[in-house]
């Protein structure tokens, strides 16, 4: 069997898990008492639940597909023996036994969202950061040795968590702004606020994922090998991977620092039509970048770094 599977579970995984955190979180941190509930802003009981789904879902394929390519052979014909010992003696194993209950917990939290909101999702944000963190076990970090193990799969966690967020947050916002009418008055407010709310945040998980993208390029490439990228595919992918995110940082600054002042000036004015279109159009640059970056950390995974 070939990478194309495990390719497509990867990404469905890598995207389905960093929306269900990054956009519990958003809910837990920017909305307030009854904009949990309030299904014209973010139906989160669906969407919760429908990503813990997809999580599960792509999860079980790309086991079974990493043990039929382990085995060298078909997904109907991939022995029991190696799901057994991939289950009971791998960590590999563990954190999918591990990422597997924490997404049954979330779909039963989200069932509870109507009724018990703050619980609920306070629970999602566990359960699906520990998903979010499992992967890391089955990234290039987890190949590490010794003490460098544990720094390369902390900083993999962290950078798993804080791309999380940010990428859980540009698609609440994109969701909420979609859904915005030009004359939901209430909905633009609190789109603004929320915007306004996330731009600190969003400055510290920037950093995150800098620092820790820059301890994991040391361990996989090494300061010797960075100008020897582009010649391998793993290190051109990697190469598109940085442009994608210089992409969504260039986004980012135009929303906290001009399409926010602008939407908030045209609330004032009573007419924000045009701010609130022209937001749309940049979140949905930088959440397509976002997505085009999952892809790629899905292929990655397939592939040996150089260095």
Known sequence: ???GPIIAARFALFGALTLLFGLSLFGLHSLRGEEWQDRRLIPFSLCLGGLAAIGLAASAFGFVAMAAAMGGTSL??????TLTMLLGQTAVGAAFEIRMATLVTCVAASILLVRHPAPALGTIVVAAGTALATLAWSGHGAASDGGARMVHLG????????????????GALLFIAVRTSHDGRAQVRTLHRALDGFAAIGTVLVALILITGGINALFLVGVDQLPHLAASLWGRLMLAKIALFIVMLAMAAANRFRLTPRLERAIGQGDHGRALGLLRRSLGVEMAAAMLILGLVGWLGTLEPVG
């Open 1 to 3: 069997m070939g990478d």
């Open 155 to 170: 900083a993999d966690i962290l950078h798993l968590l804080a791309a999380g967020a940010w990428i859980g947050a540009v």
């Open 76 to 81: 109907s014909q991939v022995n029991s023996d």
